[in-house]
Each structure stands twice: as C-alpha cells, then as structure tokens.
C-alpha cells in the first residue's frame, strides 16, 4: 500500500477542511471525527487524565471550528490543529494550577508525583509500567513534553515539529534530547525497575 | 563537532531522520566512540519505555456518535458557548425583575435620623402609622395626661358637689331633727351644740380625705394601665407592620424564583428550536 492510513487522513482533512471553510458542518463533522482520537491522545498524554483531556478535545475543536476561516493554506491544517491543541492545553495547565492555588487541598496529581517523589516502591507496587511512564512524562516541562509526545506519538518529522510550534529544527532536537535524558534521570532517581528494561 | 551537534545528531539518528551518507559517517563515530554509543542505548532503552504508553479509545461525544454529518456538533458547540454565559444571563434577568417590580411596587429603602425604613409605594421617612419620634411620643403621653387630669378635676368637682349636697342635706336633717327640740333649746348649752358640730365637721373632713386617697391611688392605677396598653399598641403595631414586610419580602422571592424559572424554560425552548432547525 502506496500510502499509510495518516496520509489518507490528512489528505481527507485537506478536503474536509476546504468544504468546512464553505460552510458544509456536515464535512466539519467528519473532520471532527477524524481527528478527535488523535488530540484526545495527546491531550491524555499531556495531562494523564481523561477528564482533562476530553476537555481539552472539545475546547480545541470549538476553537477550530470559530477559526476554520484563519487557516490559508489548507496543507497546514494538521500543523495548525495541532498547533490549537497544545495552546488549549497549556490554558487548560494555567486553569489547573489556579484551581492548585485557591485549594485548601493539594490536587489528586499533585499528590501522585509526591509519590513517584517520595515513594516510587509503592507507586510500582501500585500501578502498571504504562501509567508510571504517563506520570512520569507529565512531570516534564512544557516544552520537553510537548516535543516528546509529537515525536514519540504523533510521529511527526523534526520539520514539523518545527513549524508547528515556531520554532527551529534544532530547538526541537535540542527539546526532545533533554526530555528523554530527564526522563532517564527521573527513572534512575525513583529506583524503578520497570519491566521494558 | 561540538556536544550540542552530537546531541542533535544523536537524535537525529535514534529518530532516523539521517541521510544514509550521514548515518554511516554516525555509525563509525559510534564505533570509535563507546561514551557515545552507551549514550545512545540509554536513549533507545528510553524510547521502548515511552512506547509502552499507548493510545486510548475514546468514545467520541454523544454529538458526534451515531450523528456524524448532521449538524448536531454545531448547536452542541453553540450551546456549551451558551451555557457558559447562561449564569451571567440568568443573574442579569434577575436583576432585570427585581428592578422592574421594585420600580413598578415604588419599592423603597432609605436611611434617614439612624434609621433604615423599608417599604412600598410611599417613602416610610414619612411615616408609617407605627413609627413615632420621641417627640410625638412625648406629645401623646402629654396629651393623654391633660385628659386624665380634666377627667380627675370633673370628678373631685362632681365629688365636691355632692359632698356639698349631702353636707347640706345632713344639717338640714340635723336642723330638722333639732327642731322639735327647740322648745328645749335653753336645755342644751351653746358649748355642747358646737362639741356637736365639731364632730360633724371632723367626721367629713374624714370621709373627704379617705375619698381623696382612694381615688389618687385608682388615679394612679388608671394612668399607669393607660401607659402600658399605649406601650403594647405601639409595640403590637410595629411587629404588625414587619410582618407585613417580610411577607411582601417572600412575594417578591417567589415572583423573582418564578420569573427565572420561565426565563430558563423559554432559553430551553429556544435551544430545542434551534436545534431542531438545524436537524
């Protein structure tokens, strides 16, 4: 087969977005669908929460929809979306961590990286290697984790990275080799033995 | 070639995004460089970690599931933008009603002489019918006094009166009695009819001061029960009044709770026909 899957997608979405440009919300409804997995996924892979993430989904397909008409070149619509996503993600950070700051009490995420601080045993004992690495990806900087999870994930090439979040290839590069050494330190520091080793 | 390049270039090639040219030259630089290549299995090692995370399923939203195409996302994304200002919407009708009715019922608080007087239609600073100043309470009681005084003053003058009469009908019925006697009056001394008279005069200014002492003492009591039932009507008068207030005050919470209540039941009936126009 010539082409993958996320071609076909993204050659779809190119027609979906121009006929949604027109006016056609059945298109728009299709484009929804055709993308809304993928940024629930790395919505959940920021967050590592589901009901975030699905927040998170609905805000960036509200904020596609009241500005489909921005978008000039339909080919960048995937850069753009995503582009979209990870904006509404780190809204969706400030709003928690203002939530954080007027609680009396300490958030649910606050208290699991106290553990995977303080007590990775427990946390091993406690959860599968899957949700460690979530939680231990999320304690990334913004900016580590957001290259991170358009690499890792959504499989975009270092030219893409780049213009989907304005900055250069090398800055990418530079992101993403921190991350996974931070990662590895983060690892290395909790004591974790986990089961892909 | 400097760390930040090897480190880009590390990445690079972990990410194959390397030119086959560039990739061989790496991989003999790897080679001769064991720090390098331990660096690299770190990394990979990394990588095979991180991809144990997998992607989700997801339920896409009831809008989306089983609707795709019709155009029940878009009132969905038009009503949740709705929804967010709905509170607003509501808290401003509310105020809307509350001002209209307050304006239609001349609903009116004002703070006058360190007091707050609430009420309807007109301004209670001029005066409810329970709220006194001092100085008409001062007046009232003055008045009620010069009342009771003129009643007591008509009383000791009727008393006096008939004092006077029954003085006067008691000489003549002693006259009348002495009368037959006068034949013998030269048998009675002039000293033993004025002893007589003394004691007639002693024994009413006895009856008059006792009839003066009792009627003080029932003066007394009068006044001082005309005093506490003034004092119970005022005060009977008033908490008339803020019950009076207080069920105005319930009205108009159930007029305001019933007013949002239609307001909320015509915003649904706007989003059902909306959507139902867009299906």
Redesign the interface.
């Known amino acids: 087969m010539a082409e993958t899957l996320r071609d076909i997608a993204l050659y779809h979405s190119e027609c979906l977005v121009e006929k949604s440009q027109k006016g056609d ?2 298109a ?3 484009l ?2 055709l993308w ?2 993928r940024i ?2 790395v919505a ?2 920021y967050f590592g929460d ?1 009901d975030l ?2 927040e998170v989904t ?1 805000r960036t ?2 904020a596609v ?1 009241k500005h489909l008409d921005n978008i000039k070149d339909v080919k960048s619509f995937k850069y753009w979306l995503y582009k979209v996503a990870i904006n509404q993600c780190h809204e969706e950070e400030r709003r928690q961590k203002r939530k954080t700051w007027f609680s009396i009490f300490q958030s649910d995420d606050a208290n699991r990286m106290e553990e995977i601080n303080f007590q990775p045993e427990k946390e091993y004992q406690r959860k599968e ?2 949700e460690i ?2 939680s231990i ?1 999320k304690t990334l900087p913004e900016e580590q984790k957001v290259v ?1 999870i358009m ?3 959504e499989g975009m ?2 030219r893409e990275i780049a213009e989907t979040l304005g900055i250069s290839e ?1 800055t990418a ?2 992101r ?2 921190y991350g ?2 931070r ?2 330190k983060t ?1 290395e520091n909790s004591g974790l033995n ?1 089961e ?2 | 070639m400097g760390t ?1 390049d090897f ?2 270039a ?3 090639y972990l ?1 194959d ?1 390397m030119s086959t040219e560039e990739r061989q030259q790496f991989e003999i630089a790897m080679e001769n460089n064991p720090e390098l290549k331990r660096e690299f299995e ?2 990979k ?14 339920m ?2 009831f809008f ?1 599931w089983g609707k ?4 029940s ?2 009132s969905m ?1 038009k009503r ?2 709705l929804l967010m200002f709905k509170p607003f919407i509501a808290v401003a009708a509310s105020l809307v009603i509350v001002m209209l009715i307050g304006y239609l019922t001349n609903f009116t608080i004002t703070y006058k002489d360190q007091s707050l007087y609430i009420g309807f239609n007109e301004s209670s600073t001029n005066g409810s019918e329970a709220i006194y100043t001092q100085d008409q309470v001062a007046q009232l009681v003055n008045e009620e006094i010069a009342k009771n005084n003129a009643y007591i003053f008509s009383k000791l003058t009727e008393t006096e009166n008939n004092l006077d009469n029954r003085f006067a009908s008691l000489e003549n019925s002693q006259n009348t009695q002495l009368t037959p006697s006068y034949a013998d009056a030269d048998v009675v001394t002039r000293e033993e009819l004025d002893i007589f008279l003394a004691n007639v005069r002693s024994n009413n200014l006895k009856v008059l001061q006792t009839y003066l002492q009792s009627s003080s003492v029932q003066q007394q009591e009068y006044f001082q029960a005309v005093i506490t039932e003034f004092s119970d009507f005022v005060e009977n008068q008033r908490e008339e009044d803020l019950r009076l207030i207080r069920r105005s005050l319930i009205n108009l919470q159930e007029n305001q709770q019933a007013q949002k209540d239609e307001t909320d039941q015509i915003l649904a009936s706007i989003l059902t026909t909306v959507n139902n126009q867009n299906n």
């Open positions: 919300n059945h728009f409804g299709k929804v669908g809304f997995k629930y996924n959940l892979k589901h993430a699905m609905q397909f509200i929809y290697t899957e690495m979530g990806l991170i690499k890792e994930y090439k270092f090398n590069k530079s993403l080799y996974l050494k990662l590895r690892i986990l892909y080793k | 930040e480190n880009k590390l990445i690079t990410y995004e770190e990394l090692e990394m990588r095979q970690g991180l991809a144990q995370i997998q992607d989700k399923e997801v896409e939203p989306l795709q195409g019709s155009d996302w878009v994304f949740r933008n």
